[in-house]
């Protein structure tokens, strides 16, 4: 046996889009609903008849039809909400003795065990309780595993199945309180009575349409006669506690059996009312004004208006983590894990600390690396454009120091001045004599940029030729003694 509401956590996941749907027999109905500013928005819904049985068909193959269906309405949503038949369930409805608390999910188990018609191991409970009474409904764990494994093929994300008539009319909702709830299915009807804040009744009343005239009509008189005993077999407290019943489905069926129950149970004194609208407190949130009342609406408005579902039968996503937790939960595995996550800290530890400190600077740089390249572009075209001469007016400085070495008397002049990469210096003249070209020559040695002088050619004696090189050295010092 398996207690979904073991599992389920208090909140579920936020959505603001989901997409209802409601299996019933071979139809599958669906509404897009979306939650927008307190208020819901009927996006898209169709209704179809499916040619394979999700029971018994290939999965793959229903997945597929369900999906075409959904393309062909425009849906493109993955999360839903679905409405499971109720001639899926079983029911045990057990009367709650005086028992403290904390004995009565003992006693609940117990009475699952004997009420059942089969091995509990086998099904997916949800209970319902009143004040003095309690309702465990159980589905086949293997009709749910297959549902869920043709919906994850077909694309779509369950985050709830539950029962239509039980989207239709809340149990725990305080209008719920004292009614008799049903809802015209395709080939059936689901009853459900609810009273002190829970289910005392949950059936299915079969072979209640007639199709002879090959239009669907309800048989008035086997509906009145399920309802009188259904009601027989109630407690007398839930009995007395009726006050009316409420009819969902099609319009135009539910109209003419609603005219015909309000005869035929006048003498319950059971008022009978057609539901064809949502009122402002169903969910909380404001409901389209024509929006049809359906199981596929109800289920997923009350999702999106964050209301659990009264039965929740979805399987719980246990993750690795979690199974590994459970099957090495004893000391001795403990202090295993505890001894192996220790090594992992202080082994993994560093290359944590490395990984994050490199996605901090993946994240810096993310965020940097648009206005770098916009920098570098920047810089590229300034080289490519920048001015052909130096800024730094180095080959004047050069000449400066070049002309402030030559005796004023012109006793030594130069007749050609070359400057190779801005820092060999080639100079060529006539000097009076060889004194005077010496005492230039000093003069150059003595400046702090200049160095390597060097006397390459020399010719005559009275008009001497010369001909001798330097290196400028920007604020360098001299070498030459």
């Not at 679905?82 to 709650?96: E, G, M, Q, Y």
Request: with cysteine.
């Amino acid at each position: 046996m398996i207690d979904l509401e073991k599992f389920y956590p208090a909140k579920r996941r936020r959505l603001s889009a989901l997409l209802g749907l409601a299996l019933d027999g071979s139809r599958l109905d669906g509404v897009l609903l979306r939650r927008t500013n307190g208020s819901l928005q009927l996006m898209q819904s169709f209704s179809v008849t499916l040619s394979l049985d999700p029971l018994t068909a290939d999965p793959e193959l229903v997945a597929r039809e369900i999906r075409n269906h959904l393309d062909a309405a425009g849906i493109k949503e993955h999360h839903c909400a679905v409405c499971l038949p109720l001639k899926w369930a079983l029911s045990v409805h057990s009367d709650l003795p005086d028992l403290p608390e904390t004995d009565v999910a003992s006693f609940l188990a117990i009475e699952a065990e004997r009420g059942f018609p089969c091995d509990v191991g086998t099904l997916r409970l949800a209970t319902s309780r009143s004040a003095r009474r309690a309702a465990q409904i159980g589905l086949p764990a293997n009709q749910l595993a297959a549902l869920e494994n043709i919906l994850r093929r077909a694309k779509l994300k369950p985050v709830s199945f539950s029962l239509g008539i039980a989207a239709l009319q809340p149990p725990e909702d305080a209008s719920s309180d004292g009614v008799l709830a049903l809802a015209i299915g395709e080939t059936q009807l689901d009853l459900q009575v609810t009273a002190g804040g829970g289910v005392v009744a949950l059936r299915t009343l079969e072979g209640a349409f007639d199709r002879d005239g090959g239009q669907p009509a309800l048989d008035a008189d086997l509906v009145a006669r399920e309802l009188r005993i259904t009601l027989g077999q109630l407690p007398a407290e839930a009995r007395a506690a009726l006050r009316r019943v409420r009819l969902f489905g099609p319009r135009d069926l539910a109209r003419q059996l609603a005219d015909a129950l309000k005869s035929r149970l006048e003498s319950l004194d059971l008022p009978v009312e057609q539901v064809a609208a949502y009122s402002a407190d169903d969910f909380g949130l404001q409901a389209p004004s024509d929006a049809p009342v359906s199981r596929a609406f109800s289920l997923a408005a009350r999702q999106l208006a964050r209301r659990e579902a009264a039965f929740e039968f979805l399987p719980p996503q246990v993750t690795v983590w979690q199974q590994l937790a459970a099957r090495y939960s004893s000391g001795r595995w403990r202090m295993i894990g505890a001894a192996s996550a220790a090594v992992v800290v202080l082994i993994g530890g560093p290359f944590l600390v490395q990984q994050i400190q490199l996605m901090t600077l993946r994240a810096r740089w993310d965020g940097m690396s648009a206005k770098v390249a916009q920098l570098e572009n920047v810089q590229r075209q300034i080289r490519q454009y920048r001015p052909w001469f130096d800024s730094n007016f180095r080959s004047l400085r050069v000449l400066r120091q070049l002309s402030e070495s030559f005796p004023e008397d012109g006793s030594v002049t130069a007749k050609n001045v070359e400057i190779r990469d801005q820092r060999v210096v080639t100079c060529s003249g006539v000097a009076r004599d060889n004194a005077a070209l010496l005492r230039t020559l000093g003069q150059l040695r003595g400046a702090k940029s200049v160095s390597d002088v060097k006397v390459s050619q020399i010719r005559g004696k009275k008009a001497m030729q010369f001909v001798f090189d330097f290196r400028w050295q920007e604020g360098g010092r001299n070498e030459n003694p």
